[in-house]
């Protein structure tokens, strides 16, 4: 595929510029989403950078304690250091972090739709061999040498199953979010189903370097332990709350 970008005299990793390609689309739709919640521009953006931040020192750090490209484990636990700190940035503003965290479920998945698609395109993340028309075939020694990825062999194109599974998920938020839902069920929603698809496509990864725990990935027991908690939250939410009274007015955040 095509693992780097030439932009003027830079030689660039094209996951690097898909991913921030991604943080770019995803700036306007998580302002536009704060709107609705009655969260300002400045704090939507803030818990962005906060989460950007955290989540690009977490992975730092991985690939400098390991020496190792930040596969699946890397990403998790970089998953986690974004939320906790989109928590604090929460806390430090005095705002509910439900309501900041349902304003950016819907970009989230279209973010993540859209650095799988970046994946696929550099080769990391890819899938078991297979026999199967659809298996994709890399080719390119810098998929090789930066990710490991088998060349000349048909693949399993794990990395488009998962921006398929994200790209259904953000059309079916976009279905739904004008719908009244209690504080955090859109983001539990988004979190229990993404889980569930990363679950299922973690079976026909390829890269082993991800780490795994018994039987499973380290990123499949994440995952585990995320949809249990967020379907129990979900289902908690909607039994105590069933409607949330149009008359409501929410309180606006700077």
Partial sequence: MYPSTQIGHLLLPTFSVVLWVAVIVMMPLSVLGGKTKGLSRETVLGALLAGVTGFAISVWLFHALLQRHATGSGTVGGCFAAMAAVKAWAVCRRIPFLRLADCLARPLALYIAIVRVGCFMAGCDFGEPTGHFWGVTFTSGLS?????????????????????????????????????LPEGARFSAFVATYTFGRFIIEFLRGDADRGFLGPLSVPQWFCIIAFIGMALFHIRSLRFTRRVPAHRQTPTYR
Wanted: with cysteine; charged share 5%; net charge neutral.
């Fill in 144 to 180: 090789l040498a930066w990710y490991g990825t088998p060349l000349g062999v048909p693949l399993h194109p794990t990395q488009l199953y998962e921006s398929a599974w994200c790209a259904a998920i953000f059309i079916w938020l976009s279905l739904v979010q004008h719908r009244p």
